[in-house]
């Protein structure tokens, strides 16, 4: 048993999946540790973090996180389900949503070229049981990409599609090699059927001459071959309004755009650089944008004339402009809550939410506006989130990891909802005795949100329960000592706030306590290690066990 623990932790180490035994009970995970500088306050939203922070680093396996997956935690940084076993590859745009009256969870699931800032792939559907019930696509023979997905109505889902397409660039200023651009394309596809309803392609409705990125060998493309198009117009949101029609956020066009749901038609566009874009309403001095992402309807007033959406200004792009400028517009990044008038064509800044922190993202990132008015900012790129009450005070902030591998981590979006999970898989227990006599039992349940209380019981040769004990949930994983030798096979019960055993654990046998929590495990080489192990499968498999 003692060397149980040791082989797993040593294999776990020779696989690159870097454990780090925060979990007695599971010591295949090792979600980030949040670094909370600000402490939510009594202020803030009722609900859980939902992220998916992954390390900027191209090689990742000597930074934060250890384990890039979609999360979920608490606002004191408890973790409440890690998706790191579900989700194989990359995962982003990690929400809560509802379809047809069923709670669940989706994200982007996939490759991710982050040098061009795409990424292909699917989106997969959970239900509250953190089962996958859909993995879903772009329709048409076309990609998915990383960049959007979001339910509407809970009957449809808005897909955003990168295509790269050959074209003639010379009236942009490209030479006769350069002729791959990408097609920024929108669908909405019907959630049951996988029918696509609306496709929309820029190419079709907006210039390329209107880019605010240049055709230059950086991260928007130079157009010499399909993998280096140029990223002309780049959706990365799609909304819709009570009216169908579409919003749209076009980052390297500094630009929102309101769409006719029926014609495609662009009904307006709202330029984020006065002087450098082009758009159709007189805006205020202070009030410039770009580079920007995330952007939602949030209201409309009876009358149609006014709308107001909530967006994530960048303002910063990481790539530069043709004279080696860098492509730059406010000093930080911030969310924006914007009111738009189509009688007089006015825009109006009606809330700027400043980071805590000098942060610029120069990609990435979210604004949501929570159901009691607070709005969740999400820093992309300089992987933080910050919640605000609605007039702008901060009172949540949080790095997405800690210590060294908090360096350069990275979120797309960032969101708060409440959530009741209700996880398929079996409770976690693991059981030790001490030196000093005392058993500590540790148990956890990735995922659920129930659990009020567990109940621990010895099993007698008979099969007959005794109990140990109980203890209040205190966080993922839960410890319970007694200070004798347990020598019989443990069970844990899970217990909720009605009262109700919500599930129940395998029997597991303590073990002897090999290490203090946190110890730092002496290496063996690995050859000693593989000896071992091709010994110990050579013998099961031989012996025909
Ligand atoms: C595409 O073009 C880029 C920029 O010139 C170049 O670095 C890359 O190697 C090319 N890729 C292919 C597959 O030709
Ligand atoms: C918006 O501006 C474009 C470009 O100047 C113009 O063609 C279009 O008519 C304007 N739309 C409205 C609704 O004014
Ligand atoms: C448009 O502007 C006029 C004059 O500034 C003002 O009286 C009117 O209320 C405005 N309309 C709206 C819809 O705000
Ligand atoms: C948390 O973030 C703050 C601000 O960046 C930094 O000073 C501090 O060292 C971080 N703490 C940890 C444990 O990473
Ligand atoms: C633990 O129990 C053993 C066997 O009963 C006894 O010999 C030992 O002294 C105990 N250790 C402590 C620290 O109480």
């Known amino acids: 048993m003692i060397y149980q623990s040791y082989f797993l932790l040593l294999f776990l180490h020779i696989l690159g999946v870097s454990a780090d035994w925060q979990f007695r ?8 540790k949040l670094n909370i500088t600000i402490p939510a306050t009594s202020e803030a939203a009722p609900g859980y973090i939902f992220c998916a922070p992954f390390s900027g680093y191209a090689d990742n396996r000597n930074h934060g996180p250890r384990q890039a997956a979609p999360y979920i935690f608490t606002q004191d940084g408890e973790l409440v389900w890690s998706g790191f076993s579900l989700f194989s590859i990359w995962a ?34 959970l239900n509250d049981k953190y089962e996958t019930v859909k993995e879903l696509r772009a329709g048409k023979h076309k990609i998915s990409d990383k960049h959007e997905f979001n339910i509407i109505d809970q009957k449809t889902g808005l897909i955003q599609i990168y295509q790269p397409v050959p074209t003639d660039l010379t009236s942009y200023g490209g030479s006769k090699d350069q002729q791959w651009i990408v097609d920024a394309i929108f669908q909405e596809i019907d959630l049951d059927t996988g029918k696509v309803l609306f496709e929309w392609s820029s190419l079709d409705h907006a210039s390329p001459k209107d880019s605010v990125v240049p055709l230059t060998p950086d991260q928007a493309g130079s157009g010499y071959n399909s993998s280096d198009a140029w990223d002309y117009f780049h959706i990365n949101s799609v909304d819709k309004d009570e009216e169908g029609n579409y919003l749209l956020s076009a980052r390297d066009m500094a630009s929102l755009y309101k769409i006719d749901g029926k014609t495609g038609e662009i009904l307006w566009k709202l330029g984020g650089i006065p002087g450098k874009t082009s758009t159709n309403f007189t805006e205020n001095e202070e009030f410039k944008f770009g580079f920007q992402h995330h952007a939602r309807f949030l209201a409309t007033s009876p009358d149609g004339n006014k709308q107001i959406i909530s967006f994530y200004d960048n303002s910063a792009h990481g790539s530069e402009d043709k004279d080696g400028r860098v492509l730059k517009i406010n000093d930080h990044s911030s969310g924006k809550i914007v009111e738009v008038d189509t009688k007089n064509w006015t825009a109006k800044l009606l809330q700027n939410y400043e980071p805590p922190y000098d942060l610029l993202s120069k990609s990435q990132g979210s604004t949501q506006v929570l159901e009691n008015g607070n709005v969740l900012v999400n820093w992309g790129s300089e992987g933080a989130v910050t919640e605000y009450t609605h007039d702008g005070e901060p009172i949540f902030h949080a790095f997405f990891d800690s210590g060294s591998l908090g360096d350069n981590v990275e979120n797309y979006r960032a969101f708060k909802y409440q959530w009741h999970g209700f996880p398929t898989e079996d409770v ?5 005795t001490t030196i000093d006599n005392e058993t500590i039992m540790y148990v956890s349940w990735n995922g659920d949100t129930e659990t009020k209380k567990w109940n621990f019981y010895r099993v007698g040769d008979s099969g007959k329960r005794t109990i140990l004990g109980e203890i209040e949930r205190s966080g993922f ?9 347990v020598e019989d096979p443990i069970i844990a019960e899970a217990v909720d706030a009605s009262g109700n055993v919500i599930s129940i654990s395998s029997a597991v046998t303590s073990v002897e306590q090999v290490l203090p929590l946190n110890t730092k495990i002496e290496k063996k080489s690995s050859k000693d290690f593989l000896d071992y192990f091709s010994w110990k499968a050579a013998q099961t498999f031989f012996s025909g066990i």
């Open 25 to 32: 009970s599971r010591p295949d995970l090792a979600p980030p």
């Open 92 to 125: 982003t745009n990690f929400q809560a949503g509802k379809i047809n009256g069923e709670n669940v969870l989706f994200s982007f699931e996939g490759s991710h070229n982050p040098f061009y800032g795409h990424g292909h792939g699917h989106i997969t559907i």
């Open 428 to 432: 976690a227990l693991f059981s030790e």
């Open 477 to 485: 994983e839960t410890s319970f000592k007694v200070p004798s030798i």
